[in-house]
């Protein structure tokens, strides 16, 4: 288990007792002071679909969010609604952050994605789908096709579409059949011409086939055809010598987390194995169908599926948006974001012979610090962990892997270096929710190179992003290591805001040591000097961190403390930093989804401001910084403010040391939290309200836009000197 760590950065040596909830502080603070975390979620999801609807984004972007926000809602329910569900079922009802049951949260909540789901089918009929038919794309019915177009589709359908078709009967010899969840299908009556007996039958519309048939381009206009609207104006060819009454779309999502009681298994792979198998037939928990499903073919999904009428979502079709994806593929580059192209690294730079920086030559001057994606990922993690699978002079490689891209060229490195002979670790968090099944194909291939493969503590998580090379210099082995906020993942390194640490720092190189030694093995190690770790003691030292500001305040100095995370859903640290604004300290969170806490009410938050930043990348770095009396603190890690986060994963979080350094973070802080800058401002009543255009009517700034060309801007600096 993960020990304590000794916080030796400048926390000085406050008893535990320091920052702990007080009764006088309890006094304080009113019993309702969360927000409730799933509404939250899907305020987030909201926010999503904000973007899709804003006229002002280049229309396939507008296509693309509708797509993310369906995806996102899909894991929702997969995830958080089938929690709800097993608590109630299970009578683990306790109350939520917010003091109400389970029961009443499911009941909010499924009126909000009610809301939601019809106002996303909405933003595709009124405003997506007119938008792309003006800008050349237009997504047709088959009713609209003359018979020329007919014809060319119908040699299609039978050559491509046809074959790979299974419908399903359902009658006293044919159960009704097992629907998968997320497949779209097709609820099919027919009537038997000799019988005149009506029957059921069900019809998956295959996911390996493209979800859009291209018709035809001309001069640059596309037209598209739905591939469910092509199968069901065939559905006599399925079913000859049968009347075809009527059919309808309908969709169906499954309970799909994973539970593992690693405690009473011996083999964690095994285990995960069984689950992943047993997900696929969790139970239903949303039924999705079109606006015209006739009452007799509802009614015999909901009792073949067993499932409510509030399980039930009336939507105008197409079901399942996430198909808008595939409209990526879509070569009209004017209607989509300008591209951005990362740069390198000031510190990583070619030589003056353009030759491939020494990577380890560079980190050896000084830290260096990576902001992903404007500054890219292949020519900093990746070119690091390539260089030390081929330099002589490194003897071991210790990395941490959550989620990879299937052809990933960090595994391919990891693989690289365990066959040259170099001593090779890497924990594979084989647990990674829906990558499970990706993440045991290539534990299995680092095994079978050569690599040690590890899975981490049982009963925990390992999230956090590490790595650490060990290298032979003039008979010394120096330690190089990288801590930083995102997946060693290069495809979503081009979508995902990360920052990434790089140093040789001893005390960081002896940090990392130790803590991939618990990791792997039997050790137990109490001494972290710029790490915080979970689960044990991360939420202590921020903790210990906010306290001294509050400590400050009431002295009289100035006081701030800063948070970007993902989520800020925990209890103890909300507590504290309303405790810090009673105090008088300036709070400030930037948070891209969940958000429990509550700013601006008065006696309790009135110095807390609440920011949330959404666009063409993902914000996904998580800042931890503190004014400190003047001398700035500053951390960067894996970790979200989440019970989860602290309690129940391995994390950790880097002190950032390079005042340079902690002024970038600072400064990108002014730019997020400034009233030029657009963003979403949270309201105490747990409103989200977009700020996106200023007073004089002109569009605000753009963070990621700005941040692409302060980047630039530094880059051309270096080049003139």
């Known amino acids: 288990m993960i020990e304590p760590e000794v916080l030796d950065a400048g926390l000085g040596d406050a008893d535990d007792d320091d920052f702990d909830q007080s009764e006088e502080f309890d006094a304080q603070l009113p019993e309702h002071r969360y927000l409730d975390r799933e509404v939250s979620w899907l305020s987030f999801n909201q926010r999503v679909l904000e973007l899709a609807e804003d006229p002002s984004l280049p229309v396939l972007e507008r296509a693309n969010f509708l797509a993310i926000f369906a995806s996102n809602l899909d894991e929702f329910f997969m995830v958080r609604v089938a929690g709800l569900k097993r608590r109630i079922l299970t009578g683990l009802a306790v109350p939520t952050n917010v003091g109400r049951s389970p029961a009443d949260v ?3 909540i499924s009126a909000e994605a009610h809301r939601l789901q019809v106002r996303h089918a909405d933003a595709w009929t009124k405003l997506v789908e007119p938008a792309m038919t003006d800008a050349g794309i237009s997504v047709v019915s088959y009713d609209a096709l003359d018979e020329g177009e007919r014809g060319r589709l119908y040699d299609y359908f039978q050559s491509q579409v046809f074959p790979v078709l299974m419908p399903l009967a359902v009658d006293p010899a044919h159960p009704f059949p097992y629907i998968s969840g997320l497949s779209l299908n097709l ?11 009506q029957e059921f039958a069900r019809l998956k519309v295959p996911p390996m086939l493209p979800r859009f048939i291209e018709l035809s381009r001309v001069d640059g206009v596309v037209r598209l055809l739905p591939l469910e609207d092509l199968i069901s104006s ?6 000859p010598g049968m009347e075809v009454l009527d059919h309808h779309a309908f969709r169906l999502t499954r309970n799909e987390d994973v539970v593992i009681e690693e405690d009473e298994t011996e083999n964690l792979i095994q285990a995960l194995e069984a689950e992943l198998l047993r997900r696929r037939f969790g139970p239903p928990i949303r039924l999705e169908i ?9 009614d015999l999904l909901l009792k073949e599926l067993d499932i409510t009428e509030q399980e039930v979502y009336r939507l105008p079709g197409p079901l399942d948006l996430r198909g808008l994806f595939d409209l990526g593929r879509i070569n009209r580059p004017g209607l989509r974001y300008k591209p951005h192209v990362p740069t390198t690294a000031l510190a990583f730079q070619p030589g003056d012979n353009n030759e491939r920086a020494d990577i380890f030559a560079s980190i050896r001057k000084g830290d260096v610090l990576v902001h992903h994606p404007y500054e890219s990922f292949a020519t900093s993690v990746q070119a690091f962990l390539e260089q030390a699978a081929k330099d002589p002079h490194v003897l071991a490689i210790k990395q941490t892997l959550y989620r990879t891209s299937g052809d990933s060229p960090i595994v391919e490195a990891l693989i690289d270096a365990a066959e040259a002979g170099k001593q090779v670790l890497a924990l594979v968090e084989i647990k990674a929710r829906f990558d499970e099944a990706n993440n045991i194909v290539w534990a299995r291939k680092l095994e079978k190179a050569g690599v040690h493969v590890v899975y981490g503590l049982v009963g925990l998580k390992t999230h956090c992003k590490l790595a650490l090379v060990i290298r032979e210099e003039n008979g010394v082995l120096r330690s190089y290591s990288h801590v930083g906020t995102g997946n060693y993942n290069p495809k979503t390194s081009r ?3 990360d920052f990434g640490l790089f140093t040789a720092d001893d005390q960081v190189g002896r940090d990392l040591t130790r803590l991939f030694n618990e990791l792997s093995g039997y050790a137990i190690e109490k001494k972290f000097k710029r790490l915080l770790v979970a689960p044990l003691h991360l939420r202590k030292g921020l903790l210990r961190l906010i306290e001294r500001e509050r400590r400050n305040a009431l002295d009289g100095k100035p006081a701030s403390v800063r948070i970007k995370v ?3 859903v925990d209890e103890q640290i909300i507590d504290a930093l309303y405790r810090a604004s009673l105090a008088g300290v300036k709070v400030e969170v930037w948070v891209r989804g969940i958000c429990s806490l509550k700013p601006g009410v008065p006696g309790m938050s009135e110095n807390i401001t609440v920011r949330s930043i959404l666009g063409r990348y993902l914000e996904h770095s998580r800042i931890f910084a503190f004014h400190n009396d003047g001398d700035p603190v500053a951390y960067i890690g894996s970790a979200d403010m989440m019970h989860r986060n602290l309690d129940r994963r391995v994390e950790a979080l880097v002190r950032v040391s390079s005042a340079a350094h902690v002024k970038e973070l600072s400064d990108l802080f002014d730019l997020a939290m400034s009233d030029g800058t657009s963003s979403w401002h949270l309201g105490p009543d747990g409103e989200w309200v977009r700020h996106n255009i200023g007073d004089d009517g002109a ?6 836009d700005k941040t692409m060309a302060n980047v630039q801007r530094r880059r051309r600096a270096r080049a003139v000197r």
């Open 187 to 197: 609820a099919i009556r027919i009537r038997n011409a000799r019988t005149g007996r």
């Open 566 to 568: 993902n989520s800020m």
């Open 234 to 239: 065939h559905l006599d060819d399925l079913f």
């Open 106 to 108: 499911l009941a909010d």
């Open 699 to 704: 569009a605000l700034i753009d963070l990621q």
């Open 495 to 497: 979508i995902y805001e």
């Open 290 to 298: 079109t606006d015209d499903m006739d009452e007799l073919t509802l």
